[in-house]
């Protein structure tokens, strides 16, 4: 069976669940997406390109970003970025600010928010905040064919700034710690803005085949990253791409992914696919419903687990 035909299997299955999460709802861009949206995109090493269902409209990528400050912090800062924040799974959800006390204002790890924030406060004091957006933007644009839709969406970014008040705090809470450098909005400015970056899972599933090619950008050739880089990134997607359920989801899909509350996810298999979904009903968790389970699904008719013995 072909790649499409597999995806389009995927995409019939779904097509009249009822059960498909709740979208969220904490800004009216995000509550009011259609739930029974779904595509799906693959993209080979080899460069071919699998798409199916809603694979060209473009979404709120939120979390997911958060890769892509993280590229560029590391490639800012190195390991320094590591005195200031750890590694590790949090086992705590996204917004959390428990673990934040007793480990004296180190995050977790840099997909949690706390994390997050603490990259884009590094990527303030390297770059100032107006730069680091375009350093997101030109990292991203010229990894797909066509990337006249991948903007950061002004009204999206507004609007975590209206609402974004837990983030808020963690910010604050960790400059009690001295971890984090900037004043705080300028800090926040630049998370709610990489939050808000906008693309399809075409374009998505494109952007994210520079950590399956282990750091090239395979259009350009280029290097986008040291491949040093791409594998801590892909680790830390494995262990804490999906917060509180990243045990879960390595265990039923088996690759390094990282979701996002607009209902995306980006999964990587090692040298083999770039994978971007999005159904945007979200588990409690805060992860797709569908799109964990369409990666499942993908996975057990590809073998593409990096778990796989044979
Ligand atoms: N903008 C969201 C927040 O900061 C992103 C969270 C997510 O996608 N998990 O709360």
């Known amino acids: 069976m072909t790649l499409t035909a597999i995806l389009e299997d995927i995409a019939d299955e779904f097509r009249d669940v009822s059960e498909r999460g709740v979208v969220a709802n904490y800004i009216p861009p995000l509550a009011c997406v259609d739930p029974t949206k779904f595509g799906m995109a693959v993209v080979e090493a080899d460069g071919q390109i699998h798409t199916v269902g809603d694979a060209d409209e473009a979404f709120s990528i939120q979390s997911i970003s958060k890769i892509f400050g993280l590229t560029l912090a590391l490639d800012a800062i190195g390991d320094a970025l590591w005195t200031r924040v750890r590694q590790e799974p949090s086992g705590s959800a996204f917004n959390s600010i428990v673990q934040l006390e007793s480990e004296y204002g180190i995050p977790r790890n840099p997909f949690i928010n706390a994390g997050a924030l603490v990259v884009s406060d590094v990527l303030v004091s390297h770059y100032g905040v107006q730069e ?176 796989n013995a044979y």
């Open 132 to 307: 680091a957006q375009q350093k997101i933007l030109d990292l991203v644009r010229p990894l797909t064919r066509d990337a006249k839709n991948i903007v950061i969406d002004r009204n999206v970014a507004l609007q975590e700034k209206e609402t974004g008040f837990r983030n808020a705090a963690l910010v604050n809470y960790m400059r009690t710690y001295n971890n984090i450098e900037n004043p705080i909005e300028k800090t926040l400015e630049l998370y709610f803005h990489q939050c808000a970056l906008t693309m399809s899972c075409h374009q998505l599933a494109e952007v994210g085949a520079y950590l399956m090619t282990g750091s090239w950008n395979p259009i350009t050739g280029r290097q986008v990253t040291s491949t040093l880089h791409a594998r801590t990134i892909m680790a830390l997607m494995m262990m804490c791409g999906h917060y509180d359920a990243s045990g879960s989801f390595a265990i039923r899909v088996g690759l390094p992914g990282k979701s996002g509350v607009g209902g995306g996810i980006l999964a990587i298999a090692p040298g083999v696919a770039s994978v971007a979904v999005w159904s945007p009903g979200l588990n409690e968790y805060g992860n797709s419903l569908l799109g964990t389970r369409a990666l499942e699904r993908l996975v057990q008719r590809t073998g593409w687990s990096v778990f």
